[in-house]
T-cell receptor, first 117, second 113 residues
């Protein structure tokens, strides 16, 4: 079974600064995807970024980027130029791939990020 | 941009009552999911659904739960006899066959009293 660990329950960052959220995972699978989801106070889960395990290049989406270390099973999220709207719960998630199609997401416990003005 | 919708946004029910949570997935998506999140805890997978049948379910998804796609657009989660511990946020998600992102709805907060 896969597990996802987020070791930082809460973090805070000043507006315009950079923050990195940690995520490690445990799996024996070789083909999988990793995701970061954002859950603002409205509670809706929003996809922030995804990383395919077979890709060595780290994914980026505007101010969001990841540091994917496959051998270390580490998948951190860096938020640059933090904005007040980034205040949310951030969940790291794992999905294994199989020929029969999609599989469920396995989530970490989340990191609550507060961006301070 | 297409989105997953869920109704109601909040449901309060008494212990032992049946509830049906409704979801409208994105129209060209083929895989549908239910997850739940007990307050303060992580999001947990309940069940996935493809081609009009359950493709996978978790240990949480016992005989009290059922899912259905009654027509071409809705996807429902039924809890037959609610318990206090069923109080949670329930999220519906959908995804395409060849693209692996799951898109989540806004959730239904279920409160069992």
């Amino acid at each position: 079974a896969q597990t996802v660990t987020q070791s930082q329950p809460e973090m805070s960052v000043q507006e315009a600064e950079t923050v990195t959220l940690s995520c490690t995972y445990d799996t024996s699978e070789n083909n999988y995807y990793l995701f970061w989801y954002k859950q603002p106070p409205s509670r809706q889960m929003i996809l922030v970024i995804r990383q395919e395990a077979y890709k060595q290049q780290n994914a980026t989406e505007n101010r969001f980027s990841v540091n994917f270390q496959k051998a270390a099973k580490s998948f951190s999220l860096k938020i640059s130029d933090s904005q007040l709207g980034d205040t949310a719960m951030y969940f790291c998630a794992f999905m294994k791939l199989r020929n029969s199609g999609n599989t469920p997401l396995v989530f970490g416990k989340g990191t609550r990020l507060s961006v301070i003005a | 941009e297409p989105e997953v919708t869920q109704t109601p946004s909040h449901q309060v029910t008494q212990m032992g009552q049946e509830v049906i949570l409704r979801c409208v997935p994105i129209s060209n998506h083929l895989y549908f999911y239910w997850y739940r999140q007990i307050l303060g805890q992580k999001v947990e997978f309940l069940v996935s659904f493809y081609n009009n049948e359950i493709s996978e379910k978790s240990e949480i998804f016992d005989d009290q739960f059922s899912v259905e796609r009654p027509d071409g657009s809705n996807f429902t989660l039924k809890i037959r006899s609610t318990k206090l511990e069923d109080s949670a946020m329930y999220f519906c998600a959908s995804s395409e066959w060849t693209v692996y992102e799951q898109y989540f709805g806004p959730g239904t907060r279920l409160t069992v009293t």
